[in-house]
């Protein structure tokens, strides 16, 4: 008997993953979602400078939808999974619908006070505490788990790429209705930039509502639901008493706090702090960085079986490449040198990333997979902005050389720690046994 080539097995799967209706419908409203998504990551703050002018007017409308995410989202985890991620997904797309709507009627009608825009930001964050887990859990129930790798590949390389286009299509949008400098210059360009993530998500409602989640998942939901809080403490018993995934959360959790912030933080001040940068170097490394992340996404769905032996071991060799990367980044002196590391460690970053969320997904049972995946988001929006402001201070004491290289080395560390002290380099692609 012929036993077929790797390659073209692959290939057939991926074909296969393309006729199926349910990943087609899914990717296609979740694509337009992510897009206008992105419009209103660009007017939003642009709205807010152009009302008020005032940087902490910002701060605090961005802190209205980043803490509600941080705080809600492990309660958002614990209602996916008594309720089913679909149903969840489908409210929060309604909800955005509405409060995305009345935004860009009140900023078209120019009725629009600040207090509304706070009221509006902490809506929207409370909806994306849900919405975030909803997204992540559906998968699972959607294609098939031989499947799930080259899927998850997809969806996040959608949004790496939404995140080159969106930006660019919401600033020509805004751009093309004026460019004064009065508090109402643009106002028709943000409105309908509003307005335009608010039909994306009635669209991507309505193409969620074609999607039909397999049998075998529905059956695997949960019957009466429990208290939400005593449901978010079984998850985190589940997720303690896996030695493995304990670990992964553990030593995640320690990348996000020593890394997260030198890269949201210290990248930009390296820019405005050598004159041969700037500005435009800037966006330069950060786009070399996203072209890197969508590069090793691609990567992950063309080789997803590509290992450095387990899949443990493969995450912490890679974690221990970026930071050899990210050592040197406080010594640049030109643009190309910031790029083409940013450009590396976006490649690693972006392959490890369909595998960790593909690895997740299988590793827990269907009943938990909307807990575990707001655990892993969870670590990374609530930590992150709390690395940021360690960052900021830190950044008092020492120079840019010294934060990068002691990040960069302290990943290292933590990555070799880990390999030699953790049940990490046994993590392997293999699925539990259903329990």
């Known amino acids: 008997m012929n036993t077929p080539h790797p390659g073209a097995a692959r290939r057939s799967q991926r074909a296969a993953l393309f006729r199926d209706t349910n990943f087609r419908w899914m ?4 694509a337009l979602s992510m897009l206008g998504d992105q419009f209103t990551l660009i007017a939003l703050p642009w709205l807010v400078l152009r009302m008020t002018g005032d940087t902490l007017v910002l701060g605090t409308v961005l802190a209205l939808i980043s803490l509600p995410r941080a705080a809600f989202i492990l309660v958002g985890g614990a209602l996916v999974d008594q309720h ?3 149903q969840v997904l489908m409210l929060t797309k309604h ?20 207090w509304m ?5 902490l809506g929207i964050g409370l909806a994306t505490a849900f ?3 909803a997204g992540t859990a559906l998968m699972p129930s959607v294609v098939a788990p031989a499947q799930l790798q080259a899927a998850n590949g997809v969806q996040l390389g959608l949004r790496q790429l939404s995140m080159f286009l969106g930006p660019l299509l919401a600033g020509l949008l805004i751009a093309l209705f004026g460019d004064g400098a009065s508090a109402t210059a643009n106002a028709t360009g943000i409105g309908l930039a509003f307005a335009f993530d608010a039909v994306s998500f009635a669209l991507s409602a309505w193409t969620l509502a074609q999607v039909r989640p397999h049998a075998a998942a529905a059956r695997a939901a949960p019957g009466a639901p429990q208290p939400v809080l005593a449901a978010v403490a079984q998850g985190l018993a589940h997720f303690w008493r896996d030695r493995e995934l304990r670990t992964c959360f553990v030593y995640w959790a320690a990348v ?24 435009a170097a800037f966006g330069l490394m950060l786009g070399a960085h996203g072209a890197g992340t969508l590069a090793g996404m691609v990567v992950s769905g063309i080789a997803p079986r590509l290992r450095l032996g387990s899949l443990g071991t493969t995450i912490l060799a890679f974690d221990a490449v970026i930071g050899l990367l990210f050592i040197p980044m406080g010594q640049i002196t030109a643009v190309w040198q910031g790029a083409a590391l940013m450009l590396a460690i976006g490649l690693l970053g972006g392959f490890m990333q369909v595998s960790v969320f ?3 997904q299988q590793r827990v049972p269907p009943a938990l997979i909307g807990r575990a995946m707001s655990l892993f988001m969870f670590i990374f929006m609530g930590l992150a902005p ?3 402001a360690v960052t900021g201070w830190l950044m008092k004491a020492v120079t840019l050389g010294q934060l990068f290289a002691a990040s960069g080395g302290t990943l290292v560390a933590l990555a070799a720690l880990a390999l030699l002290f953790s049940p990490m380099r046994r993590v392997t692609d293999a699925r539990m046994a259903p329990q």
């Open 27 to 30: 990717t296609a409203g979740g």
């Open 84 to 86: 089913s991620p679909k």
């Open 95 to 114: 909800v955005n619908t509405v409060l995305l709507g009345v935004l860009a009627a009140l900023v078209l009608t120019g009725s629009l006070a600040l």
């Open 117 to 121: 825009v706070y009221a509006l930001a």
């Open 131 to 133: 919405s975030i887990p």
């Open 256 to 279: 996000a706090l020593f890394i997260m912030g030198p890269i949201h933080i210290a990248i930009p001040v390296l820019a405005n702090a050598r004159p041969q940068l700037g500005a």
């Open 358 to 360: 593909t690895w997740i």
């Open 386 to 388: 709390l690395s940021a």
